[in-house]
């Protein structure tokens, strides 16, 4: 593990250090992403496992277009899974060649719950390892609605709210029900969901 020099308010959230950043049309030099509250962070290794370059990568000069942060996933010419993310003065790729999908996913909606509060908003399709799996899914949910409309049973209206806010110390992401106390994972603080 590289030292990422972090800020006294900044704090490690995932990190993956098998992971291409691309140079042009070359896939580039194996390296280490890092994901905290603030940045993104990329350590290029030399030959020997040592720093070669680090790259950071504000999380608030991500482009955003109707609240929607400008992530995608997608895949390098290799075939492997990959972020690609657009930034307010570049666009970026991260590959993900051990774990593929699943691991640009988790990056995916970290990133986009750092930057809204929630995961991405994708389709079934676009979450799923398997071809059409969505179709499967939506078929059962509607036979088991129509199963449970048939039979009188209805929907639970009791359910309390949700909610997602930023940490008043360190401005991590909360989430819960509405009125919840809960403690931050990052600073310790504890707050209510408003």
């Known amino acids: 593990m590289a030292d990422y020099n972090l800020l006294q308010n900044e704090a490690v959230i995932i990190r ?30 030399g030959i020997f496992g040592g720093t070669k370059e680090t790259l ?21 010419e290799n075939g492997y899974h990959q972020l690609e993310i657009c930034f307010l003065n570049s666009q970026e790729y991260f590959v993900f060649n051990t774990f593929g999908k699943k691991e640009a996913l988790k990056w995916l909606d970290k990133i986009w719950e750092l930057l809204t509060g929630h995961a991405a908003e994708l389709d079934e399709g676009e979450r799923s390892y398997i071809p059409g799996i969505a179709t499967v899914a939506d078929t059962i949910k509607n036979t088991v609605g129509s199963f449970a409309g048939a039979l009188g049973i209805k929907p639970d209206g009791n359910k309390k709210e949700n909610v997602t806010i930023r940490c008043i110390s360190c401005r991590a992401t909360l989430s819960g029900a509405k009125g919840q106390i809960v403690k931050c994972k990052y600073c310790d603080t504890e707050q209510t969901l408003k």
């Open 16 to 45: 993956n250090d098998n992971v291409y950043h691309p140079i042009g049309k070359k896939l580039g030099e194996l390296g280490e992403l890092v994901l905290t509250n603030m940045n993104l962070i990329y350590v290029r290794k």
């Open 56 to 76: 950071k990568f504000p999380l608030n000069q991500i482009k955003k277009f109707d609240d929607k942060p400008q992530i995608t996933l997608g895949k390098s």
